[in-house]
T-cell receptor, first 115, second 109 residues
Framework: EAQVTQNPRYLITVTGKKLTVTCSQNMNHEYMSWYRQDPGLGLRQIYY???????DKGDVPEGYKVSRKEKRNFPLILESPSPNQTSLYFC??????????????FGPGTRLTVT | GQSLEQPSEVTAVEGAIVQINCTYQ??????LSWYQQHDGGAPTFLSYNALDGLEETGRFSSFLSRSDSYGYLLLQELQMKDSASYFC??????????FGGGTRVLVKP
């Protein structure tokens, strides 16, 4: 089954404790992206990647890191989480936009609470 | 920069037609996408318009006017299962994707 998986689905952590949210897709997509969703603000892009070893900042990259060492995986790293990073996080993937295919497939989401 | 504006909420009855407007201000605009998100779920892709005009997919249609920096999603023959949030999103030249704030559609019997 074609899908995007994220782990963990739910996480409660404390300020300053490094954490990683994993994202994996099995559709051989070039483009992968991370979003955070907060009430009233829609989805805001954190980072995106056009292919392996090619990452770029979205609209809200501060406090986050990403890496793309393999095509299927795109982990999101919070080196020192703070309470303002409490949010619902989505990973998404698609074929390269320049191929004319724009459908993004979203993972199920990770609800993060930082106390 | 990029910004997209859409109404925050729309209420309609089953069987009705709802139009969700989206205006954008985007440098290097490529096209406009629409996504549906049910409460507790992930966004799912509905449509994409790169050229002016209407794209029809079943009960849902999407329209784009590049000269007016405007698009809309048309939901016809509304059903209860259409109660959800709907987001417009644009993809700029740098491949950044920006979403509007979302429109919550409430369908009443």
């Amino acid at each position: 089954e074609a899908q995007v998986t994220q782990n963990p689905r739910y996480l409660i952590t404390v300020t300053g404790k490094k954490l990683t949210v994993t994202c994996s897709q099995n559709m051989n997509h070039e483009y992968m992206s991370w979003y955070r969703q907060d009430p009233g603000l829609g989805l805001r892009q954190i980072y995106y990647s056009m292919n392996v070893e090619a990452t770029d900042k979205g609209d809200v990259p501060e406090g986050y890191k990403v890496s793309r060492k393999e095509k299927r995986n795109f982990p999101l790293i919070l080196e020192s989480p703070s309470p303002n990073q409490t949010s619902l996080y989505f990973c998404a993937s698609s074929f390269h936009p320049l191929q004319g295919v724009h459908e993004q497939y979203f993972g199920p989401g990770t609800r993060l609470t930082v106390t | 920069g990029q910004s997209l504006e859409q109404p925050s909420e729309v209420t309609a009855v089953e069987g009705a037609i709802v139009q969700i407007n989206c205006t954008y201000q985007t440098s290097g605009f490529y096209g406009l996408s629409w996504y549906q998100q049910h409460d507790g779920g992930a966004p799912t892709f509905l449509s994409y318009n790169a050229l002016d005009g209407l794209e029809e997919t079943g009960r849902f249609s999407s329209f784009l006017s590049r000269s007016d920096s405007y698009g809309y999603l048309l939901l016809q023959e509304l059903q209860m299962k259409d109660s959800a949030s709907y987001f417009c999103a644009d993809q700029a030249a740098g491949n950044k994707l920006t979403f509007g704030g979302g429109t919550r559609v409430l369908v009443k019997p």
